[in-house]
């Protein structure tokens, strides 16, 4: 609702004075406007509050996109302008267009013939000469005398210029300009015309519109459903000319038990789908068109191990549903151990992910993040959000910033196992973590199975001599803070890898090779 001020109503003129006044001994100051009333600011709606909650690490839903509620308008405040009192008449004009003096003695009148006092003294324009000649801005006829006074609104159009002519030179330009127009000064087109826009605007195929227009072609959007009706959206990009879509397990989980499964392109054609392979542990899946059109495009495969912090990055996907959206940011971190669930009451899956700011949504997963010259460097898959949700298969929370991907590189690994064998497979070193120990790195079980069930004694650890109630501190290098971690770490070789491994046991710290073995399938 706009709310209006309706202005300061014009006074009421005093009554007129029964003897004549004496004339004024100087010319009335009219070189100050008169000051405009304040206009109110106006109303806008506060800020939307902030969800709290505590943190957690979320995933990119299954479930519908819910439909954005629609900002509240914002209330507008006008002011009108205050309403001008009625013109009055002017008597007879001297010869450069000044309004005379009226005769000493004379009464002065109020209303309907009142007589202005004169105007101030200001530059002339146009070339015209004098002082404030042609009445404030107006030019001389051909005759030297002034133009005919306008009819209907000619006062308050003169009480326009006036505020023109007072603010400045500009303003008198514009007010002789109007007064010419008013006239039928003769002026010709007064159009003014920015300048030219280039006909063809080209973007540099380097620059984040031309790689996204490349990449577009090769994702789509990945619609799963359960028999019951259930499911969600998510994202998938082309991985190879055969029809085989590389995404995450959560998205098309919903759908492996005879459910549906659709793919749509950028250009809106859709095509069925089938669940070809999917790892749980990894979060990968690939699915495969039934009827894949001619001249697919698979999207370049970047190495994940070079990218460095700072690098830029792209994320496509179909955040809430909309797809085909494009988000950018750059490499965060690497090497974040992250365990997330769908929500689903599943298992975990763990990752030594990318971190990138790029905005990353429900609706994201499966999705490629990719570098900055449009190769794949990771799978978009999780995101921390500090929604009351806490995982993407609840609260539906939003990107605070901090996403997770899937480095590609394991990634593919994954991938070329699911389409060979259509079961993922596993590097392990056969032993049971506790997950729950409060330790400076991954704690061997001491409890809850036989001690041969704990540290397989023919699994790569026990051939290594460890035993329960070691702690892990390093694996390849690089530093182990827990359980998970250790997880994400083993996970990001194959198997078959000779790998270095430190360990503490009663404070005694000890390194040794060890040789990864394998597990297929998900338990």
Do not use: C
């Not at 028999?227 to 959560?250: A, K, M, R, S």
């Not at 749509?264 to 979060?283: C, H, I, M, P």
């Amino acid at each position: 609702m706009s709310t209006e001020n309706e202005g300061t109503a014009a006074p009421t003129p005093p009554a007129a004075p029964s003897v004549p006044p004496a004339p004024a001994a100087s010319t009335p100051d009219l070189t100050k406007a008169p000051a405009a009333p304040a206009e109110p600011a106006a109303a806008f709606p506060g800020p939307a509050p902030v969800q709290e909650a505590a943190p957690g690490v979320s995933e990119t839903p299954a479930g519908p996109a819910p439909v954005p509620a629609s900002a509240p308008a914002a209330e507008h405040t006008q002011q009108l302008p205050p309403t001008p009192a009625a013109p009055p008449s002017v008597p007879p004009a001297d010869g450069y267009g000044q309004a005379q003096a009226p005769a000493p003695g004379a009464q002065p009148a109020y209303g309907a013939e009142a007589w202005p006092p004169p105007p101030p003294t200001v530059p002339a324009y146009g070339g015209q000469g004098g002082h404030g000649g042609g009445g404030w801005g107006a030019p001389l006829t051909s005759d030297g005398t002034p133009p005919a006074k306008p009819k209907g609104k000619g006062g308050l159009v003169a009480a326009v210029l006036v505020a023109a002519l007072l603010a400045g030179g500009v303003g008198g330009g514009v007010g002789y300009w109007a007064a010419e127009r008013n006239n039928g000064g003769g002026f010709g087109s007064t159009t003014i015309t920015a300048g030219n826009t280039p006909k063809d605007l080209k973007r540099d195929a380097g620059s984040v519109a031309g790689l996204a227009a490349t990449a577009l072609p090769s994702v789509v959007t990945i619609e799963a459903s359960a028999g019951d009706g259930e499911g969600g959206t998510g994202t998938g990009f082309v991985y190879d000319q055969e029809g085989h879509i590389l995404t995450n397990n959560h998205v098309v989980a919903s759908a492996a038990n005879g459910g549906k499964l659709s793919a749509t392109f950028s250009d809106g054609k859709r095509y069925e789908a089938e669940v070809l392979g999917r790892a749980q542990g990894y979060d990968v899946a690939v699915i495969k068109l039934k009827n894949p059109p001619a001249g697919l495009k698979p999207l370049p495969l970047g190495d994940s191990d070079k990218v460095a912090v700072g690098d830029p990055t792209i994320a496509i996907g179909a955040p809430f549903g909309l797809s085909n959206t494009v988000t950018t940011g750059i490499v965060s971190a690497k090497n974040r151990p992250v365990a997330s669930g769908d929500g689903s009451g599943g298992k975990n899956s763990y990752m030594s992910a990318l971190q990138t700011d790029a905005s990353i949504n429900p609706g994201n997963s499966g999705g490629p993040l990719l570098d900055g010259r449009g190769a794949v460097i990771g799978i978009n898959s999780a995101i921390q959000s500090a929604g009351g949700g806490g995982g993407f298969g609840g609260g539906q929370a939003g990107s605070i910033g901090l996403g997770f991907a899937i480095p590609i590189n394991q990634a593919k690994n994954v991938a070329e196992s699911l389409i060979k064998t259509g079961k993922p497979v596993y590097p392990v070193i056969s032993v049971s973590v506790d997950l729950q120990a409060k330790t400076n790195g991954a704690k061997i079980s001491e409890q809850g199975a036989p001690a041969n069930e704990l540290v397989d004694p023919n699994g790569p650890a026990g051939k290594a001599g460890l035993k329960p109630g070691d702690i892990i501190t390093e694996f390849g290098g690089k530093q182990v803070d827990s359980g998970p971690t250790l997880i994400s770490l083993i996970w990001t070789y194959k198997p078959g890898d000779t790998v270095k491994l430190t360990y503490l046991r009663a404070g005694k710290p000890t390194t040794v090779d060890i040789t990864l073995g394998s597990r297929v399938g998900d338990k």
